[in-house]
């Protein structure tokens, strides 16, 4: 039938419908070989860390690349941290921009019992050596990591211009986290929140908008979907 089709088809008509399925695609396609030529992000980036576990997609991976490197670009200085690092995919692009005097601070509980299971426990140790995929000349120094629930987490006197929080996912916890971090952020800094409205993580959404109420100082830079993914990323940004 198709071959019928295919015969009798006009061919301006085929070109016609073509185009149509490319669009369709773009919209809800996670394969990024449909969005046209790949640029340097894609094919010296995240082709080196898309292998590893994890959720952090091509869409982040660009909104992460051009917060920091524009924050770099300004003159804003700050270490960064994360929450919630897993195997490592979104922390290596992280540590890819840092700049020489920075460090990258990660929490994660690791093999502790979390609220949310993962079968897949990471280790520090395959983490180090992911982040080094992207960056293979970061100090260890340069890679603090802390075995532990956030709610443990015990920061001094570091000031971040970037955070990213994706561990625990219940309303307390990422209250909780957003608490931590903001006390820590540098003014302009921003703290990216994994799963704002994703159905399946109601507590994401409440936690954060509970946080948002009290810290008039905290407002939304961006609300991004991304990709093939069900939440969204919500970038705070600290202002005064
Ligand atoms: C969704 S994964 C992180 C994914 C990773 N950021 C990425 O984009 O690929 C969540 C991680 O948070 C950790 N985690 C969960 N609850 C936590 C908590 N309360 N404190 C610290 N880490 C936690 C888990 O061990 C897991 O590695």
């Not at 524009?70 to 540590?95: C, F, N, P, V």
């Not at 990591?145 to 443990?152: A, D, G, R, V, W």
Request: hydrophobic share 35%.
């Amino acid at each position: 039938m198709l071959h019928i089709l295919k015969k009798i088809i006009p061919e301006p008509l085929k070109r016609k419908l073509k185009s149509h399925q490319h669009s369709a695609y773009l919209r809800e396609s996670t394969k990024y070989a449909y969005i046209g030529e790949a640029g340097p992000l894609i094919r010296c980036v995240f082709d080196k860390i898309k292998d590893i576990p994890g959720w952090f997609n091509i869409d982040d991976c660009a909104h992460f690349f051009l917060i920091l490197s524009y924050q770099s670009a300004i003159g804003l200085k700050g270490d960064l941290l994360e929450i919630g690092s897993y195997h490592g995919r979104s922390t290596a692009l992280m540590a890819k921009c840092l700049q020489p005097d920075e460090k990258i601070v990660i929490c994660d509980a690791f093999e502790i019992d979390t609220d949310d299971k993962y079968s897949d426990k990471p280790s520090p140790e395959r983490l180090v050596s992911n982040i080094k995929r992207l960056n293979p000349n970061v100090e260890n120094e340069r890679i603090i990591i802390h075995k532990c629930l956030s709610n443990k987490l015990k920061l001094g006197r570091e000031i971040f211009r970037f955070a990213h929080i994706d561990g625990g996912h219940s309303m307390d916890q990422v209250y909780f986290d957003l608490n931590l971090c903001s006390k820590h952020i540098i003014e302009n800094g921003i703290i990216a929140v994994d799963d704002y409205y994703n159905s399946q993580w109601p507590g994401v959404t409440k936690g954060t908008n509970h946080f948002l109420s009290e810290n008039r100082e905290f407002s939304v830079l961006a609300d991004l979907n991304r990709h093939g993914a069900l939440g969204r990323k919500l970038y705070l940004i600290k202002q005064g």
